[in-house]
């Protein structure tokens, strides 16, 4: 055996694709060791040039008892590390040990009346997808009819929630959330509830290269990813924010004194009406930091924040809510999916923008008073603007990963509020691309931190 095949590197990275990057990212590692492990093995017959097998040691002529002696070393040399990479992807896997204890906590949330039962699809997926190193854990304090009463109620029923899983699993050190349309606001302002800042702890007891602090804890964990999937960060006040109004001004003008009847307290805060006329609206606060609840700043503790939107086809969720973009900030979108994630069309990272977060003025104030003591379209308009556009200046101060997913190539697209998270498989597998693209972003982040943390 020549010297070159020892001294030639064992493997090494493939160049990405631009269609299929999220899953070649979240397989480099795990390739890396697979490689070094079926190179390694005697049974391997593979003649690629990472390939450094038994007979090549066995072969070599050292002559007389230190041949043989040389032989047995060099075998017992081959066979450790054999093992030990097996060993090392197996951990990276998650698959093939039953003594793993997971580590990562991620949380489904549901939306209006539903119920656990919604995750069936994605649970399975992202046990498959992500391993034993996670506790995928569908919450259940906020099933049907309860998601009626109000966003504030639901989201400290989620957190209670979540604490007492955490409670349950001492192994848990990371958090991760995936909600989907009405359940990311219960996220929101669930997380807010979990919130505590660090003060003087920092990552692994060491300070970051650019002197910042540890990031904040949701529930004593490590918050990882903060995912939403059709949710109206904005509220459903204005032209087509509720879809299925159908842009019709009187219908949407009728609506919002409407709601509350139907959808109790969770419908005046989803249309703005809530509270008193002095007083920002639910939706607004949660855009910014109060004295009780740091909503801008328990998101900000996630190493990644990504929003999941319907450019169209969505009969409950806007396109512009659900992606917190301004009317002029639309753009039309492309019609080819991207490699490997069919009907996720387009993936765009913005990052934190300066500003003095969000406020609300004394016009802010006199418009709601206006709208709720004699409402018109000009006065329900010029109050839902002026909240709108708080809203964003307050979450624009967040970096956050957009992506549009788009089902107009299916059969019935008009179902695209459900295909985005798969809400049952039998009727709305055509999301099953989305939950591929959701999955695979969660083990790119995952990689990430491992490498991170190991640096």
Not at 114 to 134: I, Q, T
Not at 268 to 275: C, I, K, Y
Request: aromatic fraction near 8%; include cysteine; charged fraction near 20%.
């Amino acid at each position: 055996m020549s010297t070159a095949s020892w001294i030639q590197p064992p493997c090494r990275y493939l160049p990405e694709d631009r269609g299929g990057g999220f899953a070649n990212r979240g397989r480099q590692y795990s390739g890396v060791v697979l490689a070094a492990a079926s190179s390694s093995s005697p049974s391997s017959s593979s003649s690629s040039s990472c390939s450094c097998g038994y007979s090549d040691i066995l072969n070599f002529d050292f002559g007389g008892l230190s041949r043989s002696w040389n032989q047995q070393q060099g075998l017992r040399r081959v066979q450790a590390m054999s093992a030990t990479a097996q060993r090392n992807f197996s951990l990276s896997k998650g698959d093939n040990d039953d003594k793993i204890e997971p580590d990562h906590l991620l949380v489904l949330v549901h939306g209006i009346l539903a119920s656990p039962s919604d995750w069936l699809y994605v649970e399975a997926e992202m046990k498959r997808r992500l391993g034993r190193r996670f506790l995928i854990y569908a919450s259940s304090s906020n099933t049907f009819t309860k998601t009626f009463g109000g966003v504030d109620g639901a989201g400290k029923r989620l957190a209670e929630e979540v604490r007492q899983v955490v409670q349950k699993s001492k192994s848990l050190k990371k958090i991760s959330f995936l909600a989907h349309s009405l359940g990311g606001l219960f996220a929101r302002h669930a997380v807010a509830v979990l919130y505590s800042a660090a003060i003087s702890q920092a990552i692994d007891g060491t300070v970051s290269k650019s002197g910042n602090l540890l990031r904040g804890r949701i529930a004593g964990l490590e918050p990882i990813n903060f995912i939403t999937l059709a949710t109206p960060h904005l509220g459903v006040r204005g032209r087509k924010q509720l879809p299925f109004l159908l842009g019709v001004p009187i219908l949407e003008k009728l609506a919002a004194p409407i709601a509350p009847f139907f959808v109790g307290r969770t419908g005046s805060q989803l249309f703005l009406t809530d509270g008193k006329a002095d007083k920002p609206p639910l939706l607004l606060r949660m855009a910014s930091d109060s004295h009780d609840l740091k909503f801008l700043s328990s998101l900000g503790a996630f190493r990644s924040r990504i929003i999941y939107a319907n450019v169209s086809y969505d009969h409950m969720v806007g396109w512009r809510t659900s992606s917190i973009r301004r009317e002029t900030e639309l753009f039309k979108p492309p019609r080819r999916s991207l490699d490997g994630y069919k009907h996720v069309v387009d993936v765009e990272y913005c990052p934190p923008l300066s500003s003095d977060g969000a406020h609300f003025p004394p016009e802010a104030a006199k418009a709601k008073e206006a709208a709720q003591s004699s409402p018109s379209p000009q006065n329900t308009l010029e109050y839902h603007e002026i909240v709108e556009e708080e809203m964003i200046r307050g979450l624009q101060t967040l970096g956050w990963k957009k992506v549009d997913v788009s089902f107009h190539s299916t059969f019935w697209p008009y179902l695209a509020h459900n295909n985005i998270h798969v809400k049952s498989e039998r009727l709305y597998k055509a999301g099953a691309g989305v939950v591929a693209h959701v999955a695979d972003s969660i083990k790119q982040q995952e990689s990430s931190t491992f490498i991170t943390a190991s640096l």
